[in-house]
């Protein structure tokens, strides 16, 4: 069973930052691509951010262009979503997947970790 296990969720402040960590120790890490994706009540999920194996380039969502970063650790078996200048629209349970670069069948999913941005 491949567990992916996601950290770094909470309650912050419009404005405020927080970073999204997800490591996957049971996994060949660079073999595989990895996103971010998130779900709001009542809404469907939705990719946030991407990145392939390699780390060599990126894609985000209009929504969080310039106020999100992706990046990883292949040493670390890791991959983060730095978040700044929250919104309260960022609000919702974020996800990590990852995508196998090779064999795409291989799709796995975290449990997701809850982002709430109020004042």
């Known amino acids: 069973q491949v567990q992916l296990v996601e950290s770094g969720g909470g309650l912050v402040q419009p404005g405020g930052s927080l970073r999204l960590s997800c490591t996957v120790p049971?996994?060949?890490?660079?073999?595989?691509?990895m996103n971010w994706y998130r779900q709001a009540p009542g809404k469907e999920r939705e990719l946030v951010a991407g990145?392939?194996?390699?780390?060599?380039?990126?894609n985000y969502a209009d929504s969080v262009k310039g106020r999100f970063t992706i990046s990883r650790d292949n040493a670390k078996k890791t991959v983060y979503l730095q978040m700044n200048s929250l919104k309260p629209e960022d609000t919702a349970v974020y996800y990590c997947?990852?995508?196998?670069?090779?064999?795409?069948?291989?799709?796995?999913w975290g449990q997701g970790t809850q982002v709430t941005v109020s004042s």
């Open positions: 997947n990852a995508v196998g670069t090779y064999d795409s069948r291989r799709k796995y």
């Open positions: 049971g996994l060949t890490f660079s073999f595989y691509d």
């Open positions: 990145i392939p194996s390699g780390g060599r380039s990126t």
